[in-house]
C-alpha cells in the first residue's frame, strides 16, 4: 500500500484515469472531482483487451445500455422490448447463470495476456548476479545524500564495494574499502566495477 511500484494494478488504473479525466475537464482543470464520473462510465464501458471484455459487464453479466442507444434504438434494445416481464426475468437469470463462465474465460485471457508481456518484457532483463569478493558499484540513495551533492553532473554510483555475503533472494551484504559492512541491498541496485 505505501509501495507503490508493488502496486501495479493500482498505478496502472491511476494512470488511466488521470488520463480520462484530462480529456474531460475543462480548461481550467478546478472541476476534475465534478468529472469523475464521466471518467469512470467511460473506463467500465470501454473493452479491455487484457480481458476482452468490459469492466461493466464482468459485473453485471450485460453490457451497459449507452444514453445513445435510448436515443437511435439498437436491435439489442428492440428484442428486450418485444420481450415480457416473465421472459425478461428468464434471459437476466440465464445471463447470470453464464456470469461465472465469462468472468472465466476473461481470467484465462487476462493469463494469456499477462504472459506474453512478463515475455516480452523479460528479454530484456538483464540479470546481476555476483560472486562473493566481486567488485561492485551501488546507486546512490537520494534519501541518505544531502540536498547540495545531488545535481546535473553529480555521480549516481557509489563505491567501489566489495561482496561480502550472498543471499538466495538476490540481496548482497557488502563492504566498503574500509571494511564498513553495508546491506543488505538488492542486486538491482548495484553494478560491477571495472577499476
Known sequence: MYYAAANGLAKAFNKTLCNLLKKVVSKSKRDWHERMEEALWAYRTTYRTPTQATPYSLVYGV????????????????????????????????????LDEKRLESQQ?????????????????????????????VVKRHIITSRRSRGKFSAKWDGPYIVQEVYSSGSYKIVDLEGLRIGPINGKFMKRYYP
Not at 435510448?70 to 439489442?76: A, F, K, S, V
Open 63 to 98: 453490457e451497459a445500455v449507452l444514453p445513445l442507444e435510448q436515443q437511435i434504438p439498437t436491435l439489442r434494445l428492440a428484442i428486450q422490448e418485444g420481450t415480457t416481464d416473465e421472459e425478461n426475468a428468464q434471459l437476466c437469470l440465464e445471463e447470470l447463470e453464464a
Open 109 to 137: 485471457s487476462l493469463e494469456c495476456y499477462q504472459a506474453g508481456v512478463s515475455r516480452s518484457f523479460n528479454k530484456r532483463v538483464r540479470l546481476r548476479s555476483f560472486q562473493v569478493g566481486d567488485e561492485v558499484l
